[in-house]
């Protein structure tokens, strides 16, 4: 049983900074994509990062400021918020494929099979 469990949301300023955390227990798609989406109120679910075996991916409105990491011991995924602006704010959840590349999936929310419960990050102007 595959189990995503996101951590690290919080509310902060404008120009501030966040990390959040993503332990997949149970998850064992070495060759799989792990990353994170976000939904803003109103707004349809996006995109935000995904990496997998030698691939990293970025929606263009993150890219240079957030960065996408993960630790395939901890079964952990990463991705550290940097400049955050109050365009960021949003529910953000950690999804993973259960052995469909990254270059596959993209950010096809329909090719991840799991999901976490969403952790919310609000940055304030």
């Known amino acids: 049983q595959v189990q995503l469990v996101e951590s690290g949301g919080g509310s902060v300023q404008a120009g501030g900074s966040l990390r959040l955390s993503c332990v997949a227990s149970?998850?064992?798609?070495?060759?799989?994509?792990l990353g994170w989406f976000r939904q803003a109120p109103g707004k349809e679910r996006e995109g935000v990062a995904i990496?997998?075996?030698?691939?990293?991916y970025y929606t263009a409105s993150v890219r240079g400021r957030f960065t996408i990491s993960r630790d395939n011991a901890k079964n952990t995924v990463y991705l550290q918020m940097n400049s955050l602006t109050p365009e960021d704010t949003a529910m953000y959840y950690c999804?993973?494929?259960?052995?469909?590349?990254?270059?596959?999936?993209?950010?096809?929310?329909?090719?991840?099979?799991?999901w976490g419960q969403g952790t919310q990050v609000t940055v304030s102007s």
């Open positions: 149970g998850y064992t798609y070495n060759s799989g994509c």
């Open positions: 999804a993973a494929t259960n052995a469909v590349r990254c270059v596959y999936a993209g950010f096809l929310g329909g090719k991840y099979a799991y």
């Open positions: 990496i997998g075996p030698g691939n990293i």
